[in-house]
């Protein structure tokens, strides 16, 4: 098992910056992919981005590449993501999620990822 607990949710506006940090802990070795997705209300929840944790390869949605930032520190078990101009569309519910490396799902469904952590709001205001 693999838990999450994300942090560093808030309210900003329009152009401010913020940092959500995921830690883990159990068995994070057993993990690949690691990512974030948000859920917005009264939508699905999208992919936001996603990093292989040995080959620190990162993948991010269209709408997030350029301002967002995901880094991990596989020392420290932590996962986080840097969010640049935000915009009042990246409002919603941040979850960060882990893998069990055992799926045949792209990085970018959330079918992939077994583990999810309770979320954190982010709200940008116009």
């Known amino acids: 098992q693999v838990q999450l607990v994300e942090s560093g949710g808030g309210l900003v506006q329009a152009g401010d910056s913020l940092r959500l940090s995921c830690a883990a802990s159990?068995?994070?070795?057993?993990?690949?992919?690691m990512g974030w997705f948000r859920q917005a209300p009264g939508q699905e929840r999208e992919f936001v981005v996603a990093?292989?944790?040995?080959?620190?390869?990162?993948y991010y949605a269209d709408s997030v590449k350029g301002r967002f930032t995901i880094s991990s520190d596989n020392a420290q078990n932590t996962v986080s993501l840097q969010m640049n101009s935000l915009k009042p569309e990246d409002t919603g519910v941040y979850y960060c999620?882990?893998?069990?490396?055992?799926?045949?799902?792209?990085?970018?469904?959330?079918?992939?990822?077994?583990?999810w952590g309770q979320g954190t709001q982010v709200t940008v205001s116009s």
């Open positions: 999620a882990a893998d069990a490396g055992l799926s045949g799902r792209p990085y970018f469904s959330a079918e992939r990822y077994n583990y």
């Open positions: 159990g068995r994070t070795f057993s993990t690949y992919f």
């Open positions: 990093i292989h944790r040995s080959y620190g390869s990162t």
